[in-house]
């Protein structure tokens, strides 16, 4: 039976609880949600980002045509350009292996081009079956313009190539392609950005995740020139896009920066969804594990993020909320939430730098919550060394992140009911439950009532990752699948969307009597912080709500029915399951399916910190 409490006060949830993580990812940006339908449109994909890529990545050339790389470039940020001989054309395939059209639908075509004598350019849309929309021609003459032309679809297609071709010598640069019908006017792909708008998110977290963190911290370098696998920072991502130096990233593609800090900021808007940035630490996590000791290349990142608060906020007559307002919004985004870093495996190198990142957020802008991390694991000395030290200094948020078993989930809905009520609240930034079946969907599903219940304390919560073009697959599961044509939610996406479309004012306390759960007698510390190096389990007891005994165990006899799993070492000793190193998390499974239940189980012992 469950029994609720209606006059009950619960916690209150905030409309903001539920919210979306965008990471680059998966071509979650180009070839995804930004609608940019020409691949390497400024043939600036090199090796040097990835060892299959050359300029021409994703063209082919029928007669002679050159990637360029010299003074004639089009502008300092764009290096490279095309040389096409006259009788000559370049085809694009797109994403997917084929641009996709729609009949009836309008397509925008631009070039940047220049000639030095008039050159008759044609521009054609088709198929392996023949011509999709009927040919387009500009005649480009003299310097670097812009040249546009607009087809129509005449026939449907996820096969389509776009092909440029030049009667006389010409060069060309942001060979682009772009669906008339877009989010909102906005540039977005508009089947995903409507799925994501459909979730109703309370905010959106961009631009990742390891993407942010990771790569040289050097930003876009003038001096210099490319700085290749530069970490994402947000300078490199705004303005006109023939501008935006195009950049490697951690995930192994190029990324055009079309979809940028102000398309963020942009769609957050659009959705109704509050705008969260992270921003990297100079420490980098995911593999990597490296903080940065030059002390001016940190105060630059610093001086950049109080930059992108301006810029999101600033009023117009600010340096960057000028930018802000050149681009098309005088109006504020109301950023009132930014991360620094993304799962630093040092701690307090990271914590270090976080600190001077908070101060300087804090001084300038004090109604900004500035958010922290936790590290790269849900325990472990990693995950308690970075709590401790957010908790010591009062941090606001600190961000978790775990990627888990349904079973986990199903077990750990209690994570939170142990949390400081007055330590740092929760953004928990990134979970999921390793798969997109209805059963992950369904432990997803039971884990955010214990979120919910605790709202207090958990404040944020963002399944990961967002999207995942199926061709491109570095990560799942993902949330929303797509390809050149279609996109489709998973069991996981139902899920989020339930919770996000019926956010609560409070949470009514209820009791269930009914559910069977672990009792003690077991042994040890099972859900305590005081975790010795070495703890014994024995009488494993799951007894009913009646207090019918479902299941006991004292390990007296034979064990081998249970099996062991986690970080730690065990052994049966004298009737006992003894732990005897100490280790984050450690699980007994008992084989087999226990008649009250639809999964084998586990009997589990975490080092909980209670945080
Ligand atoms: O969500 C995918 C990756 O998982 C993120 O980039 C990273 O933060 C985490 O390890």
């Known amino acids: 039976a469950i029994t609720v409490d209606p006059k009950g006060s619960g916690a209150k949830i905030d409309d903001t609880m539920y919210g979306v993580f965008f990471e680059d990812i998966n071509r979650a940006a180009d070839g995804g949600l930004y609608a940019e339908l020409v691949q390497n449109r400024s043939f600036e994909y090199s090796t040097a980002d990835n060892n299959s890529y050359t300029p021409l990545t994703s063209w082919a050339v029928s007669g002679t045509a050159k990637a360029v790389n010299d003074d004639g470039r089009l502008n300092a940020r764009n290096r490279t350009y095309l040389s096409l001989d006259g009788g000559s054309s ?16 309008a397509y925008d075509f631009s070039v ?8 008759a350019v044609t521009v054609t849309l088709q198929d392996s079956e023949g011509t999709l929309a009927e040919a387009r021609r500009v005649t480009v003459r003299g310097g670097w313009a812009k040249y546009r032309a607009t087809f129509t679809a005449t026939r449907s297609s ?23 019908d877009t989010y909102q006017g906005h540039g977005l792909r508009k089947d995903l950005a409507e799925k994501i708008a459909a979730l109703h998110p309370g905010f959106v977290r961009f ?5 942010v963190n990771t790569g040289s911290m050097r930003g876009y370098d003038e001096a210099s020139g490319y700085q290749r696998k530069r970490s994402y920072q947000w300078k490199d991502t705004i303005g006109p896009v023939e501008q935006r130096a195009t950049n490697s990233n951690f995930w192994g593609y190029n990324q055009s920066y079309g979809l940028g800090y102000y398309e963020y900021f942009q769609f957050a808007e659009d959705i109704g969804a509050m705008p969260l940035p992270v921003v990297p630490a100079l420490v980098t996590g995911c593999g990597q594990n490296k903080a940065t000791d030059d002390d001016a290349l940190l105060k630059r990142h610093i001086q950049d993020t109080l930059d992108l608060i301006e ?24 950023l009132t939430h930014l991360e620094v870093g993304n799962e630093e495996n040092l701690p307090n190198e990271f914590f270090a730098r976080f600190q001077q990142f908070r101060a300087a957020i804090e001084a300038k802008y004090p109604d900004v919550t500035v958010i922290s991390n936790a590290g790269p694991d849900d325990s472990g000395t990693t995950f308690d060394t970075a709590w401790k030290l957010n908790k010591d200094a009062n941090v606001d948020m600190v961000d978790e992140h775990y990627y888990n078993s349904p079973q986990w989930f199903l077990q750990n809905n209690d994570r939170y009911d142990a949390y400081d009520r007055n330590g740092p609240k929760v953004f928990l930034g990134e979970y999921a439950s390793g798969g997109n079946t209805f059963k992950n969907a369904l432990s997803e599903a039971a884990y955010m009532t214990g979120l919910e219940r605790n709202a207090d304390v958990v404040k944020l919560a963002s399944y990961a990752p967002l999207l995942a073009n199926e061709d491109y697959v570095q990560w799942r599961p993902d949330m929303i699948w797509f390809n050149n044509h279609a996109s489709w ?18 949470v009514v306390p209820s009791s269930a009597t009914t559910t069977p759960s672990l009792s003690a007698p077991i042994s040890g510390a ?7 190096t070495t703890a014994a389990y024995d009488d494993v007891k799951v007894t ?47 084989a087999g399916d226990p008649a009250w239940h639809d999964y084998d189980l586990q009997v589990k012992a975490t080092k909980k910190s209670g945080k």
């Open 207 to 211: 631009p990742g995740g390891c993407l």
């Open 526 to 532: 099972v859900g305590l912080s005081t975790w010795a």
């Open 112 to 119: 940047r081009a220049r000639a030095d004598a008039a050159s």
């Open 489 to 506: 939610g998973s069991a996981d996406y139902e899920v989020q969307k339930l919770f996000m479309s019926n956010v609560g004012d409070r």
């Open 158 to 180: 996820t096969g389509g190539r776009l092909t440029v071709a030049a009667a006389d010598p010409v060069a060309l640069d942001m060979i682009s392609l772009l669906p008339r």
């Open 90 to 105: 370049v085809t694009n395939s797109g994403y997917n292996n084929g641009i996709s059209v729609e009949s009836g639908k």
């Open 544 to 590: 009913g709500a009646d207090g019918t005994t479902l299941l006991s165990d004292d390990f007296s006899g034979d064990a081998s029915q249970w099996t062991h799993t986690g970080t730690g070492s065990w052994s049966l000793q004298d009737g006992q399951y003894v732990q005897t190193d100490e280790a984050a998390t450690n699980t007994m499974v008992q």
């Open 311 to 334: 810029f999101a906020n600033g009023p117009v007559t600010s340096e960057w909320g000028k930018k802000r307002a050149q681009m098309g919004h005088p109006k504020p985004f109301h």
